[in-house]
């Protein structure tokens, strides 16, 4: 005789009973529940992880340091280049960013998460409310937001910084990006850059 039992719960008696081991499908209907709960968001969690994944992708025959230069404006990625050769890590050219000159990456904050668009402002996500401060370039200097600006319906803010910033060159602010398909004028917008 099986002398290893647990307590389980019979819905038809609404109480616990002791159980062999062995049996199954004998639980209690939270516990029931509390499964289809989680059998039902692993995937959603799943899929919201693959989406944050995708955001940094790179090759692997490229070197990172190659999308690093890019990003940071250093090394053959100067602002205003043209014609920019890429090597992969044997040395050989895999291609060239040749549609477009180089961007000024410099207004974008050293962490990535705004951009200076007036010595005192700058521009960003409402949603991204975890940062209270900026530094632009070398990082020696660091700007504490003083108004945040949240849009009350979209998600956008322009925070006040609380003192000028005097090391970069604020990005140039169009009215493109505004309106609908804009972006599709493939003669105006040859190439699309992203930091």
């Known amino acids: 005789m099986n002398k290893v039992y647990s307590l ?3 819905p038809v008696t609404g109480g616990l009973i002791a159980v062999s081991e062995l049996a199954r499908r004998v639980i209690k209907k939270t516990c029931r529940r509390l499964t289809h709960i ?24 490229i070197a990172y340091q190659i999308y690093r230069d890019f990003a940071e ?15 992969d890590k044997d040395g050989k050219l ?5 549609k477009a000159p180089m961007a ?3 207004s974008v904050s050293s962490n990535g998460v705004a951009t200076l668009v007036s010595p005192q402002y700058i521009v960003s996500v409402k949603h991204n409310g975890g ?20 849009h009350p319906s979209i998600d956008f803010h322009a925070p006040r910084l ?14 493109e990006g505004t309106k609908a398909n804009a972006y599709k004028y ?9 930091v």
């Open 8 to 10: 389980k719960y019979c």
């Open 94 to 98: 895999v291609g060239r960013l040749g």
């Open 162 to 175: 609380n003192k000028l910033v005097t090391e970069v060159i604020p990005s140039a602010v169009t009215s």
């Open 104 to 106: 000024d990456f410099s």
């Open 38 to 61: 989680l059998l039902a968001g692993i995937p959603a969690i799943c899929l919201c992880y693959s989406q944050i994944s995708l955001a940094g992708i790179v090759r692997s025959d």
């Open 186 to 194: 493939t003669e105006r917008y040859t190439a699309f850059y992203r």
């Open 131 to 150: 940062y209270r401060s900026v530094s632009f370039g070398n990082g020696k200097n660091t700007y504490s937001l003083v108004d945040r600006n949240n």
């Open 73 to 87: 404006n250093k090394g053959l990625f100067v602002p205003g280049a043209n014609d920019i050769p890429v090597y």
